[in-house]
């Protein structure tokens, strides 16, 4: 440490730095300490042409040994050459992304003289050597909810600028490493590739939150915070030009040897060559067991289904998979809550917001499919006020076997800024409109879906109480290995103030009935685990998964990033609770066996639940 400070001043005395270390370039902080400076008889070998050069290493893990050299031309280095050069050290923000972490490189590499060749470079094992952290991202993710924390963006890591934890923190971890060469023994992808084929993925080492088909999922950990997995790390594209097999949840694939670096708003490998694939998990999924086909089971149970059925128009290619996915897997549930059911004329943008043939398409399709009948029910949107793709009209919508349900009478059918209301005497409460959406001209619903409510009635007269809804998306966010710490959750606000407005509605039917029988169910856009968002709602209903003791890892609906995670919900009453309570995720399209063959990016569910 002296050295290094003298180094420092020495440096600033001179405008440049003899002979320093990798290590000391990279320092033990985000930034480097030699910011700025030009720096002279630099030694390390070539990792890779690119070019990675790796130094000897330091006693503190803190300080990565490997740099990244930017050249403008091909350098005439050859991986294995031992070299000495000069070069200026530069702190790199890539496309000028404020939200970007820095990369510590040398730029303007000069004096570049070759010592030796043919030389070794021994990769760091991870899982092995050092095994990154499991939990947290960041030590600046401060509040209860930890990552998913409000206020979001309290804090900037580069401005920040803290001495690394790689034992505690993942950032810091990636960061310690950053143009090191490392190996990751037998990797697991945890999701699909992307359009440019990097993927997220595992080695051998501890993982939290494994759930059963491979990924990992976003749960919350020991101390109660909620955990992101910074255990994974993506795989960008290989340095030798080769391309990155098409991957899956749960694929296994052989070692990736590369170098560490940031891009894109996260830590990366970049492996020399592409990993092959080893092994592919079977793509069968299981049809659900709540269903049985003699529907209704007795006359207190009800089946139910929820699924976000990704911009559903009549001519959608993917409407026949949809229907077969709701006849063989969902096994045509008595109630189906069904989010982006789009207009008749899908995303042509010519003021049709009517979505009967949508649906009577979809009804068609499942008709001919098992020879089950569901008429549907829903609000058509004002044009273009509701979000979602342009011209598409995206809304939400029931589908409903009428043999096992009903709409209970009231005094009119919703239109799209009436406001439904509870009435009716105590312990019977009654809708002024049946369907009806909550609250449509409040600012809070401003560009998005309105919840839709309907009260329906069993043949033998039971009452359930639904809410359908489509809250607003996570558009905006930020990396979960951005600058911003917590990242930047957007619009968190607008969700909780949504959540807040259908608690309110909820609120108002357990006013005139304790013990009526609610369910709100569909996309939330929001982890259960971001908690400050629930809050409103929580003290009336319960998380289906936890009522149905639904193990953590098995709760997922969606994966992005590293995580397998939930956006898709159902809460019940108390009512509902007490009673017995079954749900399932039918993972179709998490488990698709490529990116191509997905139907929606969500997976549907199944519950099965009693009224009486
Ligand atoms: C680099 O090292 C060589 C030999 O050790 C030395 O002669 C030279 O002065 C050094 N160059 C600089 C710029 O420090
Ligand atoms: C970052 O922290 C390191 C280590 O404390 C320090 O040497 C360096 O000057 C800091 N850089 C900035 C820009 O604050
Ligand atoms: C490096 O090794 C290769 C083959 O292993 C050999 O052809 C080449 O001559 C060696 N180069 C040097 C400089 O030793
Ligand atoms: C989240 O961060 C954004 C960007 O800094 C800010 O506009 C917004 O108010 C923050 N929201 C919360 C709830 O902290
Ligand atoms: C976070 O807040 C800072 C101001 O403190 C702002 O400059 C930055 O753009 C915000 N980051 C994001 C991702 O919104
Ligand atoms: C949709 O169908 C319903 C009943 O089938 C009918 O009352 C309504 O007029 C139709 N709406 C449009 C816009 O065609
Ligand atoms: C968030 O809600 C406010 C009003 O409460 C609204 O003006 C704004 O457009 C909403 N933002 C988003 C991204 O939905
Ligand atoms: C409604 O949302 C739109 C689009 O996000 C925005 O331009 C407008 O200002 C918002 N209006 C209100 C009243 O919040």
């Known amino acids: 440490m002296a050295k290094l400070l003298a180094l420092f001043v020495l440096g600033h005395a001179l405008a440049s730095v003899s002979s320093v270390s990798i290590t000391e370039i990279q320092g033990?902080?985000?930034?480097?300490?030699?910011?700025?400076?030009?720096?002279?008889?630099?030694?390390?070998?070539?990792?890779?042409?690119?070019?990675?050069?790796?130094?000897?290493?330091?006693?503190?893990?803190?300080a990565s040994n490997g740099l990244f050299i930017f050249t403008s031309s091909a350098p005439r280095v050859t991986v294995g050459d031992a070299v000495s050069l000069s070069g200026r050290v530069t702190e790199f923000r890539q496309a000028a992304n404020p939200n970007y972490l820095f990369l510590t490189e040398l730029t303007s590499p000069s004096n570049i003289v070759t010592l030796s060749s043919n030389n070794t470079i021994t990769p760091?094992?991870?899982?092995?050597?050092?095994?990154?952290?499991?939990?947290?991202?960041?030590?600046?993710?401060?509040?209860?909810?930890?990552?998913?924390?409000?206020?979001?963006?309290?804090?900037?890591?580069?401005?920040?600028?803290?001495?690394l934890?790689?034992?505690?923190?993942?950032?810091?971890?990636?960061?310690?490493?950053?143009?090191?060469?490392?190996?990751?023994?037998?990797?697991?992808?945890?999701?699909?590739?992307?359009?440019?084929?990097?993927?997220?993925?595992?080695?051998?080492?501890?993982?939290?939150?494994?759930n059963s088909r491979g990924g990992l999922s976003l749960t919350f950990g020991p101390d109660g915070i909620p955990d992101g997995n910074p255990e994974v790390i993506d795989i960008g594209s290989p340095l030798d030009g080769t391309k990155n097999p098409q991957v899956a949840i749960g694929v296994q694939l052989s070692d990736i040897t590369g170098v560490v670096t940031y891009q894109f708003g996260f830590y990366y490998v970049l492996p020399l060559t592409a990993p092959t694939v080893i092994s592919r998990p079977s793509s069968a999924v299981n049809p659900t067991r709540l269903v049985s086909n003699?529907?209704?089971?007795?006359?207190?149970?009800?089946?139910?289904?929820?699924?976000?059925?990704?911009?559903?128009?009549?001519?959608?290619?993917?409407?026949?998979?949809?229907?077969?996915?709701?006849?063989?897997?969902?096994?045509?549930?008595?109630?189906?809550f069904l989010q982006e059911i789009q207009d008749d004329s899908g995303p042509t943008d010519d003021g049709t917001v009517s979505a009967n043939l949508t649906l009577s398409t979809l009804a068609n399709a499942?008709?001919?499919?098992?020879?089950?009948?569901?008429?549907?029910?829903?609000?058509?949107?004002?044009?273009?006020?509701?979000?979602?793709?342009?011209?598409?009209?995206?809304?939400t919508a029931y589908m409903f076997r009428p043999e096992v349900l009903t709409l209970?009478?009231?005094?009119?059918?919703?239109?799209?800024?009436?406001?439904?209301?509870?009435?009716?005497?105590?312990?019977?409460?009654?809708?002024?409109?049946?369907?009806?959406?909550?609250?449509?001209?409040?600012?809070?619903?401003?560009?998005?879906?309105?919840?839709?409510?309907?009260?329906?009635?069993?043949?033998?007269?039971?009452?359930?109480?639904?809410?359908?809804?489509?809250?607003?998306?996570?558009?905006?966010?930020s990396s979960t290995q951005g600058d911003a710490r917590p990242p930047v959750n957007s619009p968190i606000e607008n969700r909780t103030g949504q959540i807040n407005s259908i608690a309110g509605f909820v609120g108002d039917v357990i006013q005139r009935d304790s013990s009526a029988?609610?369910?709100?169910?569909?996309?939330?856009?929001?982890?259960?685990?971001?908690?400050?968002?629930?809050?409103?709602?929580?003290r009336y209903l319960t998380d289906i998964d936890e009522a149905a003791n639904i193990p953590q890892e098995e709760r997922y609906s969606y994966i992005f990033d590293q995580n397998s995670q939930q956006l898709d919900h159902a809460m019940i009453s108390s009512a509902i609770r007490r009673r017995r309570v079954e749900f399932e995720h039918v993972h179709?399209?998490?488990?698709?066996?490529?990116?191509?063959?997905?139907?929606?990016?969500?997976?549907p569910s199944v519950g099965r639940i009693r009224l009486c």
């Open 28 to 62: 033990t902080a985000f930034k480097s300490p030699l910011a700025g400076e030009l720096v002279h008889n630099v030694t390390g070998t070539v990792a890779s042409n690119g070019f990675y050069l790796v130094g000897p290493k330091s006693d503190d893990v803190r």
């Open 124 to 163: 760091v094992i991870l899982g092995r050597d050092r095994s990154p952290p499991t939990r947290h991202f960041s030590a600046l993710d401060v509040g209860p909810d930890g990552f998913l924390s409000v206020p979001n963006n309290s804090s900037l890591i580069e401005a920040t600028n803290a001495t």
């Open 165 to 210: 934890r790689p034992d505690r923190f993942g950032l810091d971890f990636w960061e310690s490493l950053e143009g090191q060469l490392v190996t990751i023994p037998r990797p697991t992808a945890t999701g699909f590739q992307n359009n440019f084929g990097d993927f997220w993925t595992y080695g051998s080492w501890p993982v939290t939150g494994r």
């Open 294 to 336: 003699r529907s209704p089971a007795d006359a207190c149970t009800i089946t139910f289904g929820d699924y976000n059925v990704e911009n559903l128009s009549p001519g959608s290619a993917h409407l026949p998979t949809i229907a077969r996915h709701i006849v063989d897997y969902l096994r045509t549930p008595d109630l189906l």
């Open 366 to 395: 499942i008709q001919s499919f098992s020879g089950v009948k569901y008429s549907f029910t829903l609000v058509n949107p004002v044009d273009g006020q509701d979000g979602g793709q342009p011209g598409g009209n995206i809304r």
């Open 408 to 477: 209970a009478r009231s005094p009119a059918v919703g239109g799209p800024l009436d406001k439904v209301e509870v009435g009716g005497s105590r312990g019977r409460p009654s809708l002024n409109f049946n369907p009806g959406r909550i609250d449509p001209t409040h600012e809070i619903w401003n560009a998005t879906r309105k919840p839709l409510v309907a009260h329906f009635e069993t043949r033998h007269g039971q009452a359930l109480f639904a809410v359908n809804i489509h809250l607003s998306s996570k558009g905006g966010s």
């Open 517 to 538: 029988n609610i369910i709100v169910a569909g996309d939330f856009n929001e982890f259960i685990q971001a908690r400050s968002a629930y809050k409103p709602i929580t």
């Open 588 to 603: 179709l399209n998490t488990w698709a066996p490529t990116l191509a063959e997905r139907i929606s990016d969500h997976d």
